[in-house]
């Protein structure tokens, strides 16, 4: 048995599809079923239901087989025991720093002010501002991260953006481009290599579509 790790929402919704093409269907839709492991068509194949962030945890400790996660999360958790050899391109959006509308950032970051800055990324943002040379004092969120500067806790953030509606519906500017991310299939290290036989159909069907 493969077990494949998936969030719900995006992520699970781009992956059907590429699993259709193999010939695999899910068995329920994770909106509404409870259920955190789902069957598939192929009796070989089993799906878990897990939060986005979590998906390089089960799979790095092989509970789960594969699975598809965000290279914002991958970057995050780290590469150990883990492999990310096909980039989907889906869930495609990019990392990016915000502050409010009426903030001068260049000014700012010129003057060398030091910023406080709100995010989920505390480890990208930490590497970007670094690289840049610019002081700021980290504070972790688990969502919400454009409510920050619009209540007084942050400067900026660092958050996802794809359309930029978000921020735009809550008077943010996006002014830094940190990374563009993609979602990646991971593939626990020691499966790769002792369960290679069975896992390379599915592979091959991924990287294929
Ligand atoms: P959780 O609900 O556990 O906090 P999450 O909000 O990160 O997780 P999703 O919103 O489903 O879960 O995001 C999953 C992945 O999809 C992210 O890691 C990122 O790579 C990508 N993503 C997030 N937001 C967008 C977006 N607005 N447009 C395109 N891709 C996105
Ligand atoms: C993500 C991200 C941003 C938003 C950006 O949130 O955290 O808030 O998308 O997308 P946009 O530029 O197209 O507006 P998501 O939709 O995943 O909601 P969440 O807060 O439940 O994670
Ligand atoms: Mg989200």
């Given at each position: 048995?493969?077990?494949?790790?998936?969030?719900?929402?995006?992520?699970?919704?781009?992956?059907?599809?590429?699993?259709?093409?193999?010939?695999?269907?899910?068995?329920?839709?994770?909106?509404?079923?409870?259920?955190?492991?789902?069957?598939?068509?192929?009796?070989?194949?089993?799906?878990?239901?897990?939060?986005?962030?979590?998906?390089?945890?089960?799979?790095?400790y092989g509970a789960a087989d594969i699975g598809v996660a965000g290279y914002d999360v991958l970057a995050e958790h780290g590469m150990d025991g883990l492999y990310a050899p096909i980039d989907l391109g889906i869930a495609k959006c990019r990392l990016s720093v915000a502050v409010r509308d009426g903030f001068d950032y260049v000014s700012a970051v010129r003057q060398g002010a030091r910023l406080r800055v709100v995010t989920k990324y505390v480890e990208q943002a930490r590497e970007h501002f670094a690289n840049k040379g610019v002081h700021v004092d980290l504070i972790k969120?688990?969502?919400?991260?454009?409510?920050?500067?619009?209540?007084?806790?942050?400067?900026?953030?660092?958050?996802?953006?794809?359309?930029?509606?978000?921020?735009?519906?809550?008077?943010?500017?996006?002014?830094?481009?940190?990374?563009?991310?993609?979602?990646?299939?991971?593939?626990?290290?020691?499966?790769?290599?002792?369960?290679?036989?069975q896992l390379q159909p599915l592979l091959d069907a991924f990287s294929k579509v």
């Amino acid at each position: 048995m493969i077990t494949l790790a998936l969030s719900k929402g995006r992520i699970f919704d781009e992956t059907l599809p590429m699993l259709a093409k193999a010939g695999i269907t899910v068995s329920e839709d994770p909106e509404s079923s409870r259920k955190l492991i789902l069957p598939t068509s192929s009796p070989n194949l089993r799906v878990i239901i897990v939060r986005a962030s979590d998906v390089p945890t089960y799979v790095q400790y092989g509970a789960a087989d594969i699975g598809v996660a965000g290279y914002d999360v991958l970057a995050e958790h780290g590469m150990d025991g883990l492999y990310a050899p096909i980039d989907l391109g889906i869930a495609k959006c990019r990392l990016s720093v915000a502050v409010r509308d009426g903030f001068d950032y260049v000014s700012a970051v010129r003057q060398g002010a030091r910023l406080r800055v709100v995010t989920k990324y505390v480890e990208q943002a930490r590497e970007h501002f670094a690289n840049k040379g610019v002081h700021v004092d980290l504070i972790k969120l688990y969502g919400s991260m454009e409510l920050g500067p619009l209540v007084g806790l942050a400067d900026a953030i660092v958050d996802l953006v794809s359309t930029g509606n978000t921020l735009k519906a809550n008077q943010l500017k996006e002014v830094e481009v940190i990374s563009q991310i993609s979602s990646r299939l991971v593939v626990n290290q020691a499966a790769y290599k002792r369960r290679r036989e069975q896992l390379q159909p599915l592979l091959d069907a991924f990287s294929k579509v």
